[in-house]
């Protein structure tokens, strides 16, 4: 949907996707290097940015570029979907930094923020094919706890694959940020920064 | 051929942050280490530099992807 919601950290920030990423997508998604585990999309500009328009009228769906705050510079894409008022909460993925980046733990550490201190969700999920263990590995490292596994989830190309979803509360959340904030900064001592936006 | 002392000190601290054993990480390569993603790779980065007392640029980060990487840059880094 259109959204207004972003975020800066340290070194990275989240702004809403617009029309105009339609080629940075495409071209993430070709060069992503994790492609055997990626949902195929509109392979061209032109089918993406019709993609984006759909995306634009669904409700509940908050999707980012992943941003270089010094730069303004695009690296990855992330989103928040799937949100269930009732019980508050929420699917994240969409998860792609290029190749070479460094934007992948405060990407996640901002979705979070936005997850639980702006949208006042109690938990979000994530579900990961089985076999993409550097993907479960990190959620693993971050604090998510295994919720469960879901036996043929994803169909991707050709294959079907087992999913993995992995779950984050507001309060298992509120007692690891202090440690992924402390990481998160001592990197960001050497991303160069420029002065703050508005 | 026997892995040198800075070889096997980079390799004490990748095991330790991983839990894996220090030997067989020297054979390795960071997509061979499911244990090896990015939150423990900044983790692995801030040990080694405690260690040596070094600083490694942000553009360094992404590659020192194995024991033998990170032994390399660390060398420089104390070179200079």
């Given at each position: 949907?259109?959204h ?6 340290s ?5 809403p ?10 071209q ?5 290097g ?15 940015e ?24 695009a ?11 009732r ?23 901002l979705?979070?923020?936005?997850a639980f ?20 590995s990190?959620?693993r490292s ?14 991707i190309?050709?294959?079907v ?8 509360t507001r ?8 440690g ?19 | ?36 993603d990015?939150l ?8 080694v ?10 553009d ?21």
């Amino acid at each position: 949907m259109r959204h207004d919601l972003s975020a800066a950290g340290s070194a990275f920030g989240l702004r809403p996707i617009t029309l105009a990423d339609a080629g940075f997508v495409v071209q993430l998604r070709a060069r992503g290097g994790r492609g055997a585990f990626m949902h195929s999309i509109a392979p061209d500009v032109a089918q993406q940015e019709a993609y984006l328009a759909r995306y634009f009228d669904r409700p509940d769906d908050y999707y980012f570029i992943i941003y270089r705050l010094a730069t303004g510079e695009a690296e990855g894409t992330i989103g928040l979907y799937d949100i269930d008022w009732r019980d508050r909460s929420a699917q994240w993925g969409r998860w792609i930094v290029r190749k070479g980046s460094l934007a992948a733990l405060e990407s996640a550490v901002l979705l979070y923020e936005l997850a639980f201190d702006r949208l006042g969700l109690q938990m979000v999920y994530c579900r990961t094919v089985a076999a993409n263990t550097a993907v479960l590995s990190f959620h693993r490292s971050f604090g998510l706890v295994m919720h469960e596994l879901l036996p043929r989830h994803f169909r991707i190309g050709d294959h079907v694959y087992d999913a993995v979803e992995q779950r984050l509360t507001r309060e298992l959340w509120n007692d690891i940020r202090a440690g992924v904030h402390a990481t998160t900064l001592r990197f960001a001592g050497r991303v160069a920064r420029v002065p703050e936006r508005e | 051929m026997p892995a040198d002392s800075l070889t096997l000190q980079v390799a004490e601290i990748v095991g330790l942050t991983l839990r894996r054993s220090p030997g067989e990480l020297v054979r390795l390569q960071r997509e061979e280490i499911s244990e090896w993603d990015s939150l423990k790779h900044m983790e692995i980065v801030f040990a080694v530099e405690d260690s040596f007392g070094i600083e490694f640029r942000e553009d360094e980060l992404p590659y020192l992807n194995s024991v033998a990487l990170i032994r390399e840059a660390v060398e420089r880094h104390r070179a200079t």
